[in-house]
């Protein structure tokens, strides 16, 4: 899963919530326990399903919102509890 010149970090999916939605399709913004993003930086989690699917889900931006926590965009949202690998394109 490494890719080049990206930083890659381990992190758990702690919180999902959707940002907008236009017909059909949505954008989310979730949050993990830990990340390497940071606010302009552009990327994508892997993560493995209960079926041992691979699932790549592109971060789209990273936003700050008004309490001061760093949210990650994207169209496919991840659950809760979900271990995530990271990698950073910036």
């Not at 691979?54 to 979900?82: C, M, N, Q, Y």
Request: net charge negative.
């Amino acid at each position: 899963m490494s890719g080049e010149g990206g930083v890659e970090f381990s992190a758990v999916v702690t919180d999902i919530q959707m940002e907008s939605q236009a017909g059909v399709s949505a954008r989310w913004r979730m949050a993990l326990d830990r990340t390497s993003f940071a606010v302009g930086d552009v990327g994508v989690l892997h993560a493995v399903a209960r079926s041992g699917t691979r699932i790549e889900v592109p971060v789209l931006e990273v936003i700050v919102d008004e309490a001061g926590d760093l949210w990650h965009v994207v169209e496919k949202p991840l659950a809760a509890g979900t271990d995530v690998v990271g990698q950073v394109s910036r």
